[in-house]
């Protein structure tokens, strides 16, 4: 069965600091994974996405995530966290051979302080 | 930039009483999904559905649930006889494309709560 875990409910971190949301990933065959981030009131926004190729992927508002295949990691990573990142973030993963069926994390919620 | 939207924003609604949420997908999407999220778990996969018919769904969406995509823009999630453990945030999803590679748009959701 696939399923993705988020081992942190919260992250606090101060503005100007790097950040790092954890999410490790349990899927038979390749897997597709997934950064969302959800503002209060508002539907999930897809970050960044790890297809294939490199390890090391980047995305939307200075975001970026790295597939670790042998640790079976999908870590969101920002190298100078602003407060306007705190937010909700969700890591999800789906088979490639799937029709796409999405299986999220329970959510990490990101604080980022002045 | 295209979004999905999602009406209404809020339902309350009687336990056994019939309801239909709405989603209108991004124009030129071709999959589109339904996913909820009781209050403090997971968001859930509930259904895809391409080509007008399910393409594939999860054990929560029993014979109480279907899904219609009524025309040419809206796709609608209907819920018969409601429960109190339907009490949810439902969040529509649409892509371009599947396959796994593609990236889902979501809709800022509907909470429905069932009293």
């Known amino acids: 069965a696939q399923s993705v875990a988020q081992p942190e409910d919260q992250v606090n971190v101060a503005e100007g600091n790097p950040l790092t949301v954890k999410c490790t990933y349990s899927v038979s065959g390749n897997p597709y994974l997934f950064w969302y981030v959800q503002y209060p009131n508002r539907g999930l926004q897809f970050l960044l996405k790890?297809?294939?190729?490199?390890?090391l992927v980047k995305g939307s508002y200075g975001f970026e995530a790295e597939f670790n295949k042998s640790q079976t990691s999908f870590h969101l990573k920002k190298p100078s966290a602003l407060v306007s990142d705190s937010a909700l973030y969700f890591c999800?993963?789906?088979?490639?051979?799937?029709?796409?069926?999405?299986?999220f994390g329970r959510g990490t919620q990101l604080t980022v302080w002045p | 930039e295209p979004e999905v939207t999602q009406t209404p924003s809020h339902q309350v609604t009687q336990m056994g009483q019939e309801v239909i949420l709405r989603c209108v997908p991004i124009?030129?999407?071709?999959?589109f999904y339904w996913y909820r999220q009781i209050l403090g778990q997971k968001v859930e996969f509930l259904v895809s559905f391409y080509n007008n018919e399910i393409s594939e769904k999860s054990e929560i969406f029993d014979d109480q649930f279907s899904v219609e995509r009524p025309d040419g823009s809206n796709f609608t999630l209907k819920i018969r006889s409601t429960k109190l453990e339907d009490s949810a945030m439902y969040f529509c999803?649409?892509?371009?494309?599947?396959?796994?590679?593609?990236?889902?748009?979501f809709g800022p959701g509907t909470r429905l709560t069932v009293t």
């Open positions: 999803a649409s892509s371009a494309s599947t396959g796994g590679g593609y990236e889902q748009y």
């Open positions: 999800a993963v789906t088979r490639g051979s799937t029709l796409g069926r999405l299986y």
């Open positions: 124009s030129n999407h071709l999959y």
């Open positions: 790890y297809i294939t190729g490199d390890n």
